[in-house]
């Protein structure tokens, strides 16, 4: 089995298989049961609007769209990529009565008004991120929340406080089977750092481990991420 040559022919590739689409359904899951247990989250109200930063496919976007329905959610949608190419094609697959709203841009520098979403989405978005843009995109990230609102993401982060020699060595090998994979730097991502990022852009933050279906056994390094306005 060979990935496509492009960066986002292979992000599209990797979401057409089957275990990433269960993959995915199973985080929007949660992670909207999770922003939904507090009644006060603006992801409540009528009018809400929800931002998915960064679709990378197609597969992508109607997962995430399917999960809002399936939790009665209609909120109003934001798609934004930095390529074109990934929103064409998650253009495609929009039912015309869905309000979903595409934007060509950079997650470092977000067109859109303050204390306007309820919700941010994104998924393995930081380690793409060159470390010193990091900090550029979860503040951005807080500035359009509203009070109340949350950033959901997922992403491989290693510890850093007094890691194992066998974390270390899973670390190593896990950034190089990315690397050939999607084909562009992919950058480790510290506990702390990640820590820090969310503190200094004034978010509460949670971190859970996930866990393989149905079991107790939990993944090697990938971790929830929630962060609170």
């Known amino acids: 089995?060979?990935?496509?040559?492009?960066?986002?022919?292979?992000?599209?590739?990797?979401?057409?298989?089957?275990?990433?689409?269960?993959?995915?359904?199973?985080?929007?899951?949660?992670?909207?049961?999770?922003?939904?247990?507090?009644?006060?989250?603006?992801?409540?109200?009528?009018?809400?609007?929800?931002?998915?930063?960064?679709?990378?496919?197609?597969?992508?976007?109607?997962?995430?769209?399917?999960?809002?329905?399936?939790?009665?959610?209609?909120?109003?949608?934001y798609v934004l990529d930095i390529a074109e190419e990934a929103l064409e094609r998650s253009r495609a697959v929009v039912r015309e009565d869905e309000r979903v709203s595409f934007l060509l841009a950079d997650a470092r520098q977000l067109p859109l008004p303050d204390a306007s979403f309820a919700l941010v989405e994104t998924d393995f978005l930081l380690q793409l991120i060159p470390p010193g843009d990091r900090s550029a995109v979860v503040r951005d990230w807080a500035r359009v929340l509203a009070p109340g609102g949350a950033v959901t993401t997922r992403d491989w982060i290693h510890e850093d406080v007094k890691p194992t020699m066998l974390e270390r060595g899973t670390d190593a090998l896990r950034l190089a089977m990315l690397r050939r994979a999607l084909g562009v730097p992919v950058h480790a991502l510290a506990r702390t750092e990640v820590e820090a990022l969310f503190a200094e852009a004034g978010l509460r933050m949670e971190l859970h481990p996930l866990r393989l279906p149905g079991t107790v056994v939990r993944l090697p390094l990938l971790k929830a991420v929630l962060g609170w306005r």
């Open 1 to 77: 089995m060979h990935a496509p040559d492009s960066y986002h022919s292979r992000t599209a590739f990797w979401a057409s298989q089957s275990w990433h689409s269960g993959y995915l359904r199973r985080c929007y899951a949660w992670a909207l049961a999770r922003v939904l247990t507090e009644p006060t989250a603006p992801l409540h109200a009528p009018g809400a609007k929800v931002l998915l930063c960064g679709t990378g496919s197609a597969r992508t976007t109607r997962t995430f769209l399917d999960t809002l329905a399936k939790h009665g959610l209609r909120p109003e949608v």
